[in-house]
C-alpha cells in the first residue's frame, strides 16, 4: 500500500507540473518542477505519517542473456589473420561491450576487438565474453602452411589463326586450365611488332600486310600460339560515269520497259544507282523499271552515290491501235537476210517489239526483226507490239 501511494504522489507531481507549464507558459521547466514537488511534497505528509515509508529506485537496464559467434570451429593457414564476429542477444542488450581471451597464446594471438592471427601449429579455445559474464567458445585450429599453388597446365586459344585488314582491331579470348589454378595471368608477344601490336590485355592492332605469331603466356611458362595474317586494304574504285544502253526511247502508254544501266569502271566498288523522273509522265522504281503514265516528255536522271549521273528521255505516245510491216510475203534465197520494219499508227508507240517465227529451220529472226532463210520451205513470223496488237511475214525459201 506505501509503493502504491508513493506512484500516486508521483502521478499527482508530473500532473501539477503540466498544469503550471499550460497555464504559464514563461514559466521555466525547473520552477513547473518546483511547485509540482511542493505540492506532491504536501500531499505526501497529509497522506502518510513522516518516515512511514520508503522510495525504491527503478532499475531500467537490460542484461545480456547470449553471445552467439557466427563459427563455433575454424581453421587457420599459420599467417593467416579472422575477425571473430559475434552478437549479443538480445540485441538492445545496455552493455554491449566484449572481451576476448585465448588459452594458448603460441598458437594464436587475438586482439581486443577480435582479430586473430594464426602463428603455429596447433590448437586453442578463444572465449569471447560480455560484460555480465556470458561466453561463447571458437575452437581454433592451425595447420603448418598453405597447400602448393595450382599450376597453368593448358592455355587454349578460341582462334589459332586469324586473318585481319590493316587497321582491325581483334581481341584474343584465352581458357586457363585447370580452372583452379593459382596464379591465371597471361603475357602477350608478338614476333613481329611491325605487322601487328598485342596489349598487356590481349588487345591485337593490324599495322602492316604480313605474318607475324602472337603468343600467350602464364606465369609457368605454358604458353599458346596464334598465327596471324595481315593484309592490306583493298584500294577502292570510285565511280567515274553512269552507262545507259540508249539516252532517248519513245514508249507506248502503259508500257514497261526497263532501263539497262551500269557504272563505270565495272570494278568500283559502290554500284548502287537511283532513278529520278522529272514529271509524273513516267514511273520508275528502285530497280529502274519505267512504267509510261500519260503521254508527253520526260527525263529521268540516273544517278550514282558518289553523284555521277546520265539522263535518258523518254518519249511517252498513245497505245497502238494496229501494227502493219514493210512486206507481207517475201521469197528468199537460203542465207540471205531481211529486216522487218513495224509501222504503228500516228502518235502511237511501243518500245518492245516481240518476234518470233514458227519454223526456225526454214528461218529464224533476230530480237530487232532481222530475218535469216536458212533452208527450203516456208515459215510465218509473227510481229506483235506491248499490248499485243500482231501482224505477220510469210516468208518462201527456195
Known amino acids: 500500500m506505501r509503493k502504491k501511494g508513493l ?12 498544469s503550471v507549464l499550460w497555464l504559464l507558459p514563461s514559466i ?28 525504491e529506485p527503478w532499475n531500467f537496464d537490460i542484461d ?7 563459427e563455433t570451429v575454424k581453421a587457420l593457414k599459420v599467417g593467416e589473420l579472422y575477425q571473430i564476429e559475434a552478437e549479443v542477444l538480445p540485441s538492445d542488450a545496455t552493455n554491449q561491450s566484449l572481451s576476448y581471451g585465448i588459452a594458448n597464446d603460441t ?15 596447433g590448437s586453442t579455445r578463444i572465449t569471447v565474453s560480455s560484460a555480465n559474464g556470458k561466453i561463447a567458445t571458437l575452437q581454433l585450429i592451425v595447420n603448418a602452411g598453405a597447400r602448393p599453388p595450382v599450376e597453368v597446365a593448358e592455355i587454349r586459344l ?3 589463326v586469324k586473318t585481319l585488314k590493316v587497321g582491325e582491331i581483334y581481341r584474343l579470348e584465352a581458357e586457363i586450365l585447370p580452372l583452379n589454378a593459382s596464379n591465371k595471368s597471361l603475357s602477350y608477344t608478338s614476333s613481329d611488332n611491325t605487322v601487328a601490336e598485342v596489349s ?3 588487345e591485337v592492332i593490324a599495322k602492316k600486310a604480313g605474318k607475324t605469331w602472337i603468343t600467350v603466356s602464364s606465369v609457368s611458362g605454358k604458353a599458346a600460339n596464334l598465327q596471324l595474317t595481315v593484309e592490306a586494304l583493298e584500294k577502292r574504285i570510285e565511280v567515274q560515269k553512269v552507262l545507259v544502253s540508249t539516252k532517248e526511247m519513245t514508249v507506248g502508254v502503259g508500257e514497261k520497259v526497263q532501263i539497262e544501266a551500269a557504272v563505270y569502271p565495272s570494278g568500283a566498288k559502290d554500284i548502287r544507282l537511283t532513278y529520278q ?44 491501235g494496229k501494227i502493219s510491216l514493210n512486206a507481207n510475203d517475201i521469197t528468199l534465197q537460203a542465207g540471205k ?3 522487218i520494219i513495224p509501222q504503228l499508227s500516228k502518235h502511237t508507240a511501243s518500245y518492245q517489239m516481240t518476234y518470233v517465227s514458227n519454223k526456225k529451220s526454214v528461218a529464224v529472226v533476230s530480237k530487232t526483226g532481222k530475218v535469216t532463210a536458212k533452208k527450203k520451205g516456208d515459215a510465218v513470223i509473227t510481229v506483235k507490239t506491248y499490248n499485243g496488237k500482231k501482224a505477220v511475214l510469210k516468208i518462201h525459201v527456195k
Open 7 to 18: 506512484r500516486n504522489v508521483l502521478r499527482n507531481g508530473v500532473a501539477v507540473a503540466m
Open 28 to 55: 521555466s521547466l525547473q520552477a513547473a518542477w518546483n511547485v509540482a514537488g511542493k505540492g506532491a511534497e504536501n500531499f505526501a505528509v497529509a497522506s502518510f505519517p513522516e518516515n512511514d515509508w520508503k522510495a
Open 64 to 70: 545480456v542473456i547470449e553471445v552467439k559467434l557466427s
Open 107 to 121: 598458437v594464436a594471438e587475438v586482439s581486443d576487438t577480435g582479430e586473430v592471427t594464426a602463428k603455429k601449429p
Open 158 to 160: 578460341s582462334e589459332t
Open 200 to 202: 598487356d590485355i590481349g
Open 277 to 320: 523522273p522529272s514529271n509524273k509522265k513516267v514511273k520508275v522504281n528502285a530497280q529502274g523499271m519505267l512504267t509510261a503514265q500519260k503521254t508527253g516528255i520526260c527525263r529521268v536522271a540516273i544517278r550514282s552515290f558518289n553523284g555521277k549521273k546520265v539522263a535518258v528521255k523518254v518519249t511517252v505516245k498513245k497505245k497502238p
Open 337 to 339: 537476210k531481211f529486216q
